[in-house]
């Protein structure tokens, strides 16, 4: 009864900017942290960005000063702006979810969840 939607990836030019967003729905009562990741062809999936519940925000030292990760908390969504973008930030991204309270009838659970992926492609 959970999702994660996913939003805001698609064709950009080396340098520009690009905002993702990713909107947790359901029977959701509170949320620990949320952040993104990512996987390039042939790599390992890195954290990007992540932001705990209060307020401690973590950063990949490859995006550093390019990237901002926000929350709302009463919108369970989570967004990553992203500027200044490099070739190889050409990957993946995936929107996760950690520690989700959720209610499913008469009973609560805490689960972690993994949106479906978004691409980030560049442009000629």
């Known amino acids: 009864q959970v999702q994660l939607v996913e939003s805001g990836g698609g064709l950009v030019q080396p340098g520009g900017s690009l905002r993702l967003s990713c909107k947790a729905s359901?029977?959701?009562?509170?949320?620990?942290?949320m952040g993104w990741y990512r996987q390039a062809p042939g790599k390992q999936r890195e954290l990007v960005a992540q932001?705990?519940?209060?307020?401690?925000?973590n950063y990949a030292d490859s995006v550093k000063g390019r990237f901002t990760i926000s929350r709302d908390n009463a919108k369970n969504t989570v967004d990553l702006q992203m500027n200044s973008l490099k070739p190889e930030d050409t990957a993946v991204y995936y929107c996760?979810?950690?520690?989700?309270?959720?209610?499913?009838?008469?009973?609560?659970?805490?689960?972690?969840?993994w949106g479906r992926g978004t691409q980030v492609t560049f442009s000629s």
């Open positions: 359901g029977s959701i009562v509170s949320i620990n942290v």
């Open positions: 996760n979810v950690g520690g989700l309270r959720y209610r499913d009838g008469a009973t609560y659970y805490v689960r972690d969840f």
């Open positions: 932001i705990i519940s209060g307020g401690t925000r």
